[in-house]
């Protein structure tokens, strides 16, 4: 066990549907990190917050919103589903904003059918 | 530009065999970090190592060993005497500071899948 539990562990929806995946960061962690892994692009970073505020921003889609609440659960939003958004959804958490200590909850996997 | 490149998507070896994962990196900065992690057929990733650009000494840790070159701006990760159990995609990834955002971007790369055939 990570330290790191996001839930739920498996998510299957429809195209067109909204779901929030949700990540607890491992204790004592202020950062949260989203990644998405599909098929065809690897690992790639959505979104950083910092203690509440966002950090830094990567590739996320204007129909994905996360933010990061005042216990430091962060969650991920993504709505108007296609089947590309199937995939492996990472959350990582570490101490401070620096991404050198990455610590990966187990992930999400979401299949839109 | 940040990249990094496993040029290496699948690789079969049998039990026993020693193998080396590429992993080749680009970066304009002289401070940076470098990962290995471990993603097992349960999805999960592992850590595996760290190391910053000022640390060029290899590292062994059982199996495992990691020869960073930064006259080749490569961190190879090779498995000696590999298990079946090594089975996993493993990625290796870059850490740089962003300066105009103020933090740090980490970059993976699109992993090595490694079967050990019993």
């Known amino acids: 066990d990570s330290g790191v539990t996001q839930t739920p562990k498996h998510l299957i929806t429809a195209t067109g549907q909204r779901v929030t995946l949700r990540c607890s960061p491992r204790?004592?962690?202020?950062?949260v990190y989203w990644y998405q892994q599909s098929l065809d692009q690897g690992l790639q970073f959505l979104i950083q917050?910092?203690?509440?505020?966002?950090?830094a921003k990567g590739n996320i889609l204007e129909r994905f919103s996360a933010q990061q609440f005042p216990d430091l659960h962060s969650e991920l939003n993504l709505s108007s589903l296609e089947l590309g958004d199937s995939a492996l959804y990472f959350c990582?958490?570490?101490?401070?904003?620096?991404?050198?200590?990455?610590?990966f909850g187990s992930g999400t996997r979401l299949t839109v059918v | 530009a940040q990249k990094v490149t496993q040029a290496q998507t699948e690789i079969s070896v049998v039990e026993k065999e020693d193998v080396t994962l590429d992993c080749v990196y680009e970066?304009?900065?002289?401070?940076?970090?470098l990962f290995w992690y471990k993603q097992p057929p349960s999805g999960e990733l592992v850590f595996l190592i760290r190391?910053?650009?000022?640390?060029?000494q290899n590292e062994i840790s059982g199996r495992y060993s990691w020869n960073f070159q930064k006259s080749t701006s490569s961190f190879n990760f090779t498995i000696t005497a590999s298990q079946v159990v090594d089975s996993a995609v493993y990625f290796c990834?870059?850490?740089?500071?962003?300066?105009?955002?103020?933090?740090?971007?980490?970059?993976f790369g699109i992993g090595t899948k490694l079967q050990v055939i019993p």
């Open positions: 990582a958490s570490s101490v401070g904003t620096g991404g050198l200590s990455y610590t």
């Open positions: 204790s004592g962690d202020l950062s």
């Open positions: 917050y910092y203690n509440g505020e966002e950090r």
């Open positions: 970066t304009r900065d002289t401070t940076y970090y």
């Open positions: 190391r910053n650009s000022f640390d060029e």
């Open positions: 990834a870059l850490s740089e500071y962003h300066h105009s955002g103020g933090y740090q971007k980490v970059t």
